[in-house]
């Protein structure tokens, strides 16, 4: 079963990958990387300091811890313990990708570009429940950015999508110890 789920997770990487356009190249190259989101992620900051002028501090704290999770449990854990070549260090499809942004670590299971996307995203759903309406097409750009690493030739489909599925999971229990944390950090700060 797993063989099989394998060789369909690359049939449609390879389909996935093969659908391209020179001129969407250097978009997709700019989109996968870290210093262009950086207006996002402050701007996210804002929202959260502004909305939130009491927790701002313990919700920060548990977006970065969230972000921070997602990347070790997915490089740091999950990489090395599975040991899934990425499609760009694979020499099966040497003659039939295309990698545009260079290869990255030997090991791609799960995508770390999908768990951190996605964990910010969903964190900051719940964030932004109360306060903050809107904050839900993060997961559009999270679904974009793990895109452009099927697209650049450095992750399966399967990779992203269990990235996808740590980044969320990792997210919602952050949230939970978050708002425990909070709420005792108003309980002493209200004693004081």
């Not at 951190?116 to 999270?142: D, E, P």
Request: with cysteine; charged share 15%.
């Amino acid at each position: 079963m797993i063989h099989l789920i394998q060789q369909w997770d690359e049939a449609f990487f390879l389909f996935l990958n093969g659908q391209h356009a020179p001129w969407l190249d250097p978009i997709m190259l700019a989109l996968t990387g870290k210093y262009i989101w950086v207006p996002l992620y402050l701007y996210l900051l804002y929202l959260i300091i502004r909305r939130y002028p009491k927790e701002w501090v313990g919700y920060v704290v548990g977006l970065i811890l969230t972000v921070v999770l997602a990347d070790q449990l997915t490089s740091g854990i999950m990489k090395p313990f599975f040991e899934r070549l990425r499609p760009c260090h694979d020499p099966r499809w040497d003659e039939l990708i295309r990698n545009y942004a260079g290869c990255g670590g030997r090991y791609g299971f799960a995508s770390s570009h999908a768990a951190n996307t996605f964990a910010l995203a969903a964190f900051m759903q719940q964030v932004g429940k109360k306060r903050m309406r809107g904050v839900g097409w993060l997961f559009v750009w999270a679904a974009l950015v793990s895109y452009t690493r099927i697209y650049l030739g450095v992750h399966y489909p399967l990779d992203v999508l269990v990235g996808a599925a740590v980044g969320v999971l990792l997210a919602w229990l952050v949230w939970w110890a978050t708002l425990l944390g909070v709420k005792v950090w108003q309980t002493r700060a209200g004693r004081g």
